[in-house]
């Protein structure tokens, strides 16, 4: 059966260059974007919300079951802009039942699940519960807003807020504690074995402005470009194992993709694109928009206004 769009809009983001040398390893925090910069991203995803803090998710009609890509679909992109992710379009799951400080309660949203990846968002009230059981998964999420942190097995503090980028990482235990409600959207990695090495494993954190010029490494022009001349940079924030994370830019122009070596999600943060499958079928995609391109995708990409993503990317 044709695969569904989850949403009448336009999916989002940039596409990772498959030629791109991924050999850039995690750097600490950075500085160089503007806070200017970084909110204008947020706030942009604040007007979409109607602005002000959101209220908590209400009971509602039941919601149709996550999406999965279907064998014969396995070519097209699966994409959600913002609103599909708002508050109240989450489903509750009720109070978290080993919550020892506060009253935490949440609610999520999946969007797809291809192979070993599932995409979706999450939101949940302050309080904090340990977490003391080996992750079962790497998780990447991108916070759209709130205030917490996660703490690793030693006591290692790392908080987050908006604008952030988190992963756990397979095998990771500590705790989380939630100051003011957050919102993210999350891409969890399903994969067979603990890749880390470190004792005990640690979580990270990485702000928006890691992706700031200065932190990206250029690669020119791409050669197979169409039209213009698409100029892409890149920084690796995680790479271990079957699982990649980073940030990638692209200036205006056009770029095919001839089936992808892998599958990849991917947030956007700036620009405007157009994305196109192999059958014609295309879409808008700006800022706000969650995109997952299948293992075996083929299309092209016409990017409008330079476009910057955080992307992951699993074997």
Known sequence: APLVFLSCLAPSVAFHSLAAPMTLRRAGRASGLSSLAMNDYLSSLSGMRGGGQAAAPTMAPPMPAPAEIASDSAVHFSHAPFSFFS?????PKGPRKNADVGEPHD?????VTVGSISAGSWWCAAGGWP????RATTEVFFVFSGQGCVTDLDGTRHDFGPGDTVILPKGWSGRWDIFQPIHKVWAVHDHPNIEETSSP???S????QGFSPDQLTAQ???PDALHGSPSTAYRTLYDV???????????PGSFPVINRPNTEFFHVLEGVFFLTNADGSARRCVAGDTVVLPKGWTGHWDVIETVKKLWVVVD
């Open 87 to 91: 508050i109240d379009k989450l489903e």
């Open 131 to 134: 977490s003391p059981a080996l």
């Open 205 to 208: 954190v990485t702000p928006l």
């Open 220 to 222: 020119g022009v791409r």
């Open 201 to 203: 494993i640690r979580a």
């Open 107 to 111: 609610a999520t949203r999946p969007l």
């Open 241 to 251: 194992g079957p699982t990649e994370v980073g940030g990638w830019t692209c200036t």
